[in-house]
Nanobody
Framework: QVQLVESGGGLVQPRGPLRLSCAAS????????IGWYRQAPGKQLELVAI???????NYPDSVKGRYTISRDNANNTVYLQMNSLKPEDTAVYYC???????????????WGQGTQVTVAS
């Protein structure tokens, strides 16, 4: 069984930074795409950053230039560095990954439990 566990959320002032981490654990052979989504109250789930195994990244315009995704493949961990945060960035942030389990020939998609990020003064 594979688990994704996020950490690093909390309350931050506008224009401040925050770094989220997501560690994948369990019987893992490899991780393909891994990324972050967020959902604000009353809004749809939104992709905020995604990175392929090879390092290609994609960001929506709403966070481009402010958010940076990175990954440590050796430790099955992904990070989201968020700078210049705005109140509208307030949301629950979820980690998502396509994981190939040990002994498997296919990838399955997993979600973390989410971590709250609140941007307020």
């Amino acid at each position: 069984q594979v688990q994704l566990v996020e950490s690093g959320g909390g309350l931050v002032q506008p224009r401040g930074p925050l770094r989220l981490s997501c560690a994948a654990s369990g019987s893992i052979f490899s991780i393909d795409a891994i990324g972050w989504y967020r959902q604000a109250p009353g809004k749809q789930l939104e992709l905020v950053a995604i990175m392929s195994y090879g390092g290609s990244t994609n960001y929506p315009d709403s966070v481009k230039g402010r958010y940076t995704i990175s990954r440590d493949n050796a430790n099955n961990t992904v990070y989201l560095q968020m700078n210049s945060l705005k109140p509208e960035d307030t949301a629950v942030y979820y980690c998502n990954a396509d994981v190939r389990g040990a002994g498997r020939t296919y990838f399955s998609n997993y979600w973390g439990q989410g971590t709250q990020v609140t941007v307020a003064s």
